[in-house]
């Protein structure tokens, strides 16, 4: 089998475009929530009730059915590695936890807090996996960014916080750079 390069330019779009969708989303949810504070919240506390939640929980959904798509794009792309198919596996399954965290808001324990751990753990493990994957694979310096997003990703948490919503808003950002870069290649893919 080959890889299907029209599949991989279609799908890397939604590297471009999940970042816009969840970042977007989030802060129209902050935006409505004037009690918000960056060092004493949990961005997850933005789910819990009236258009906020909505807005948010929403936001998260979106999100997570975008990084699906591109997840399933990124597959595509490692076609015939065991290694890329890992790093794009974990991806999935980063967002179907997102998608978990927004299905299931605060008030809805344990499973909120085991679908945002899980994310919050599966996402950086997705960045390193897919790194070690585009190192191989002659993206050196996309893999190298990954390892270096990825570390700033875990680390964050190791600080202490009042609240979360930095090393929450920190690991997507991070991710965020990743997916954006890697979409926009995978745009280009194939072309001279």
Known sequence: MSVNVERVRRLGLFGIVTPLVGF???????????????????????????LTATI?????????????????????????????????????????????????????????LIFSVAFFVALPVSMFVLSAYMIRSGMRD?????????????LVWALEWDGVAIPEAVSALMAAVMSVILGYRMRKWGKA
Do not use: K, Q
């Not at 960056?38 to 009236?50: E, F, M, P, Q």
């Not at 997840?71 to 290694?83: D, F, K, N, P, R």
């Not at 190298?144 to 875990?154: F, K």
């Open 24 to 50: 977007s989303l989030i802060l129209l949810a902050i935006s409505t929530a004037p009690w918000f504070s960056w060092t004493g919240n949990a961005l997850s506390d933005l789910g819990v009730s009236g």
């Open 142 to 154: 996309l893999g190298y960014l990954s390892v270096v997003a990825g570390i700033v990703a875990a």
């Open 56 to 112: 948010f929980n929403g936001g998260l959904i979106a999100t997570a059915l975008c990084m699906m798509a591109f997840s399933i794009g990124v597959w595509e792309l490692t076609e015939g590695s065991t290694l890329g198919r890992a790093g794009s596996g974990a991806l999935f399954l980063a967002a179907f936890f997102l998608l978990g965290i927004g299905v299931f808001p605060e008030t809805v324990e344990p499973h909120h």
